[in-house]
């Protein structure tokens, strides 16, 4: 009985802490991710992300060697060239590494219903973090 009151409460306390942990901020629409080693102790990370009505994205830098990212369809829109780009299918941009960016208070808004299907291509050394989010 005694075995089955701490299970309880263990589980209790795990779905209660679990409900208020602070959010970690993210990216929308992680379709995939796939990951490949290098060699040289550097790893390719590679996402497609897919999402709708969008808007802009938490504010983070990526300590990897650069960002390639590759619109597959729709339209989406970057910073990296010091103003405000929209990119659609077959387009794409380039993020410097640690490149801070994402919250800008100057973030166009794009048309409702806008959505953008994207490859992500990073590459970062083995065993660290590609991307930071700042709070």
Known sequence: MNKLFLILVFLSSSIYGDDHMPETPSFPG??????????????MHIERRESCNQGGTPKHFHPAAG???Y???GTSQSK?????????KNQYWFEKSDWVHGGEDDTPELPAGTCQELLVVRVAEKGKDHTVFIE
Do not use: P
């Open 71 to 73: 619109v597959l369809d």
């Open 80 to 88: 990296s060239s010091g103003e405000w780009q929209n990119y659609s």
């Open 30 to 43: 992680l379709l995939s991710t796939e990951m490949f080693d290098l060699g040289n102790n550097m790893t």
């Open 67 to 69: 960002t390639l990212v």
